[in-house]
């Protein structure tokens, strides 16, 4: 049964990691081909890109870490290897999660029409609404680090005190739990940020239908469509983020320490959201389903030909 688990595990953690790297590629293809063509970059364009980038990051750091783990288990654990392996896993995690939250607000403040005063004076500044956030984050970002590298030293230290095999196990056990709460602690933030924007879009798009009588033409409406549009990827965003917090959760209980399974099993489940979402983006933004329409003609007639 182990054996046949971890075969499927192994099958749909591969097949995660290339359609993420499929798909985040293109996204990084697609904006720095417009990029170079054009010589410059709408803000969104700046967004999707780094946001790819720091998910291919992330896709690839949780492939090396378990291909790591598989050949070394903990003996490679106490060295700078690790330092570096952790520390750029915070770094690209931490902007996976906010630069997909920034294009939830961005959704939120281009879309929804609402006549508060605060609300229009953050409309009318929406690139530097959304830039003060991404400076303002990166305070989290430091004191994340900082946090991460205290836990990091003290393990060292206790890695060195700790002759036998057994009571470094142990230590690096309750040391992986410790670090995965900072990890939950500091996503909760980006989480409830694009759970709020979701709630006022949807009432947005309520505040909307009402003033269009839910007409003929009410779904037609191009605020509607817009409106739609950003909740089908604000919604696909908060499900999967769903996912990449739970896969948290599972690799703080030990369900099969044999063979790693316990640690597939939840890479498996966190390789899902920076694999799928980018995906969604590509079907939700006009210029990256553009470029992917042009993709699959371009293949099928080099395929008819």
């Known amino acids: 049964m182990g054996s046949s688990l971890y075969d499927i595990l192994t099958i749909v953690m591969i097949a995660e990691f290339i359609f993420g790297n499929v798909t985040n590629g293109f996204i990084v293809l697609t904006n720095c081909i417009a990029w170079l063509s054009k010589r410059t970059l709408s803000f969104i364009g700046w967004i999707q890109l780094f946001l790819a980038i720091s998910r291919m990051v992330l896709i690839w750091e949780m492939l090396l870490a378990w291909l790591k783990y598989m050949k070394y288990s903990f003996s490679y654990l106490a060295g700078t290897e690790l330092r570096v392996m952790l520390l750029t896993w915070v770094v690209s995690n931490h902007f996976s999660l906010w630069l997909a939250t920034i294009l939830s607000i961005f959704y939120l403040l281009k879309i929804a029409s609402f006549s508060r005063p605060v609300f229009l004076y953050l409309k009318w500044r929406v690139k530097k609404v959304l ?93 509607t469509k817009a409106h739609v549009n950003a909740l089908r990827i604000m919604v696909s965003f908060l499900l ?29 489940v966190g390789l899902f959201y920076p694999s799928s979402h980018s995906f969604i983006l590509i079907l939700g933004h006009s210029n990256l389903r553009h470029a992917s329409c042009l993709v699959i003609t371009y293949l099928r007639c080099k395929e008819k030909n």
């Not at 890695?159 to 056990?173: A, E, M, P, Q």
């Not at 409830?192 to 947005?204: D, G, K, M, N």
């Not at 044999?258 to 640690?263: I, P, R, S, T, Y």
Request: aromatic share 14%; hydrophobic share 55%.
């Open 131 to 223: 830039l003060m956030i991404l400076l303002g984050n990166l305070i989290f970002l430091m004191f994340n680090v900082l946090q991460i590298n205290t836990h990091i030293d003290d393990w060292m230290d206790q890695f060195k005190r700790n002759i036998t095999w057994d009571s470094r196990v142990n230590g690096f056990v309750g040391f992986s739990n410790l670090v995965l709460l900072e990890m939950i602690m500091f996503s909760v933030t980006p989480f409830t940020v694009a759970l709020v924007s979701f709630i006022l879009l949807i009432f947005s798009l309520w505040k909307h239908l009402q003033k269009m009588h839910l007409s003929s033409r009410g779904e037609r409406d191009p605020s």
């Open 240 to 268: 999967l983020y769903a996912t990449y917090f739970i896969s948290f959760f599972i690799s703080l209980i030990p369900m099969a320490h044999k063979k790693g399974l316990d640690l597939m099993f939840s890479l498996t």
